[in-house]
């Protein structure tokens, strides 16, 4: 064979190999590819995702079990999650799909993400993230019906991570937001959104423990 052969075969094979790493790069869900690449300070509506509408997502940050609040649909996810053993660790995050009821109860799913570039939270953002103006048009949520889930992206504090927020956009003026169980909230003023951020906090460092 002559080196010209070899030569062309080689660069053949390299065209495959990258075609075949591109293809691999494909496989994430798009939800986890498009997280990865959002930039802070930023809202984004979900892409390339295909549940109908009214389905309903609900994501847990790494160490998170389960979901707070008492509503029916929160007991019912929980129930499903403890059903399933589940535990939340630090290398990943989820999130709970719940599909629109066609019958008499409701399709629960949950996807399970490695962490990669980027933390999924459930916190307040912190207060010296309050006066960025596209907070003025996100409400954080617990749970968010897929036509209305909007994607935030903030810096992440000392670590350098972006954090992943998901809610709603609103009008109006945002202060702070308390996430409750039931997808409502109280509107805080700044000193009232430090100190719900601590308390928060604490809480979270209790439940990672």
């Avoid at 002559?2 to 994430?28: F, M, N, Q, Y």
């Avoid at 999130?95 to 409701?106: D, I, M």
């Avoid at 504090?157 to 003026?173: C, D, M, V, W, Y």
């Amino acid at each position: 064979m002559s080196k010209a052969s070899v030569g062309l075969i080689a660069s053949s094979l390299g065209a495959l190999a990258l075609v075949a790493l591109g293809a691999c790069s494909d496989t994430r869900h798009p939800l986890d590819r498009q997280l990865s690449q959002m930039k802070p300070v930023a809202v984004a509506l979900l892409q390339g995702l295909e549940w109908p509408r009214g389905t309903l997502l609900c994501p847990l940050s790494p160490y998170q079990s389960e979901l707070s609040g008492d509503s029916d649909t929160t007991q019912r996810i929980n129930a499903f999650l403890r059903k399933k053993h589940f535990r939340g660790d630090e290398a990943h995050w989820s999130l709970v799909v719940v599909s629109p009821a066609l019958t008499e109860a409701p399709v629960i799913e949950q996807l399970i993400f490695e962490r990669g570039n980027y933390d999924v939270v459930t916190s307040l953002p912190r207060p010296d993230e309050a006066t960025e103006p596209v907070l003025a048009k996100f409400q954080p949520k617990q749970c968010v019906e897929i036509q209305e889930a909007r994607i935030l992206a903030t810096h992440g504090g000392a670590l350098h991570r972006t954090q992943i927020r998901f809610g709603t956009s609103r009008p109006g003026n945002f202060a702070g937001h308390v996430l409750s169980g039931d997808d409502t909230g109280v509107f805080l003023n700044s000193q009232q959104a430090q100190e719900a951020f601590d308390m928060q906090s604490i809480a979270w460092a209790r439940l990672a423990q």
